[in-house]
């Protein structure tokens, strides 16, 4: 299960008992965007020249349980 699944399913369980500034719920329009954005890193971890920081997106995916 990646990041953005395991997020709203526990703000889907009431886990998040009090407002947080700066925090919003998932919505179509967010989840829309986290999808194109992780297919255009998706697309540049394959297709990006030598300069484009591979190792660094990979290890921040890891950390954060996005499927790669």
């Given at each position: 299960m990646g990041g953005l699944e395991r997020l709203s399913g526990e703000l889907a369980q009431g886990r998040s008992a009090v407002a947080t500034l700066g925090v919003t719920k998932l919505d179509a329009g967010i989840r829309e965007s986290a999808a194109r954005r992780l297919k255009?890193?998706?697309?540049?971890?394959k297709n990006a020249?030598?300069?484009y920081p591979r190792e660094d997106v990979r290890k921040a995916q890891a950390n954060w349980k996005i499927e790669t």
């Open positions: 255009n890193i998706r697309n540049d971890l020249g030598d300069h």
